[in-house]
């Protein structure tokens, strides 16, 4: 699984880093990223669901 | 039951009234019942304003800053004949409004980069500790009682503090600042008062800003937030007095009477609902989803904006110069959206709410705001035996622009 966020759409509400810090970082403006560009963790497979589920922007896209 | 002082509501599709008493007590089932019948509501009262209720309708427009301006932000709008040139304050001292939450883009832009690295995870942390002794203090004050007001004694007390430190302003102020909040934002209909509290806000801030300016030209360091304004205004022209004063009146205004009552509501919330205060004690690993529930579910916030050209939303015929009230609470209990959106479930998985807004007007202060309710409904829930709201009709509402309890009385169980 890859995950992606959208730069255009993340307004930097922090949901996902609250939810995942192991795949997100946030910068000092609260802007959000995934720390992986290749396939993440299996283990963070679930929680890379929750955090897309839960973006109130729907700017974070998962490809499996 | 209170009506406003414009008469009572017969009629909520057409007539609405935002400060009518039955909508301040419980606005959940007006909402309910405008997302089935409407669902976007029409009001003369307080000007021509509009009242949409789904999630989908709430988070386009304010995804369309063309159509839909921030500058004109205020739920219930100043009377016409008022305005800010009065003795001693030259009108043009507030040419931006409070920036960036009245202003568009490109002005929104720049001036929002300038204040979110205050706000920034990293930075909130450091105001952590500084959450913590407060609540404890306030705790250490009413822990031997079995009755205390948790609006005016601990909600209340927390965030103006917490700002009042980064702002660098005493915090012997803090009484005053919240009356000043209260009577621009909560005591709307209250005219009179409320132009003296934005003029007394607005005169305080000039001195304030003067006396850094001198302090700062003498060579002395100093790090709060409004000294970093001014010391900005060497790396950007565009930064100029007015820019600063109307970024302070923000910085002021916005985190207290916000944060406040969604602390209020959490502990109104644990104090009506046994199971989750045992709950949230005996799993405090839930705190994070917690937080984000009462967020959802008693979202404080409501937010204008103004048309700014002839448009049809929704079927709705919005004339240049109308309002629309940004209804994130309503938003965050659309049943589209959440599941049994009526039920507050605070290991909710999926919670895709709006409770800060959406958008490129998101709160800027959203990390603040959560720190603040989190450390302050975890030292209660810690320090304290468990407590319950005894009595629902002592507890007031305020609403309008933020929605939260003003009196709570709780009673702790022994």
Redo the contacts between chains.
Sequence with gaps: MKIRVDESKC?????C???APELFE?????YSHSRFETDIPADLEEKAR?AC?????FAIEIAD | MTTSKLGPVNNWEDDFDILDGAYLNNPFEIWDHLRNSCPIAHSDRRGSNWLPTTYEDITKIAHDVATFSSTQVLVIPFIESQSFSYENINPEVLGYGAPPITADPPLHTWTRRLILPWFSHKKVSEYEPLTQAICKKLIDEFSKRTTIDGATEYAQQIPVRVISHILGVPEDMTDIFTTWVRDFLEFADNSENRFNSIKEIVLYLIGVIEERKILISKGQHLDDMISFLIQEQNNNPEIDDAIVLGMSILLLIAGIDTTWSAIGSALWHLGKNPNDLLMLKQQPEIMDTAIEEILRAYSPVTMARVVTKDTEFNGCPMKQGEKVLMNFPAANRDPKVFENPETVNLKRKINRHVAFGSGIHRCGGANLARMELRIAISTFIDNLPDFIVDNDDDVIWAGGQVRGPRKLPLTFIK
Excluded: A, M
């Design positions: 307004q930097g509400h922090s949901r880093y609250i939810i946030v910068d000092d403006y609260g929750l589920e839960n973006c109130p922007e």
